[in-house]
């Protein structure tokens, strides 16, 4: 355990990282399955918010640039193979 003020205080801050970049990318996992599971035209309309909340993890550093790129590139690709 922390013993100095400020290192009690990181411990603290990191915590508070966690738990927003943990809720930030669940909150985007399930955008993606929502966009996956509904109908194409919805699928559409809804692609750019995903690729956007995407774009702001990486941005985040939540998630690596790459995986972000792999992430969008799969869920468009998804989206257009849609019936």
């Known amino acids: 355990m ?4 400020a290192t009690k205080k990181d ?3 990191s ?3 966690r738990e ?10 399930n955008a993606i399955r929502t966009l ?3 109908e194409k035209t919805v699928a559409q309309e ?9 774009d702001k993890l990486a941005k985040r550093n939540v998630i690596h640039k790459n ?3 792999n992430l969008k590139s799969g869920v468009a690709k998804r989206v ?3 019936a």
């Open 11 to 13: 411990v603290r801050q």
């Open 46 to 54: 809804g692609l750019s918010k995903v690729v956007s909340m995407i």
């Open 2 to 5: 922390a013993n100095h003020k």
């Open 67 to 69: 995986k972000a790129a």
């Open 20 to 29: 927003r970049n943990r809720y930030y990318g669940k909150t985007t996992r």
């Open 80 to 82: 257009n193979a849609m």
């Open 15 to 17: 915590e508070k990282r």
């Open 36 to 38: 996956l599971a509904g």
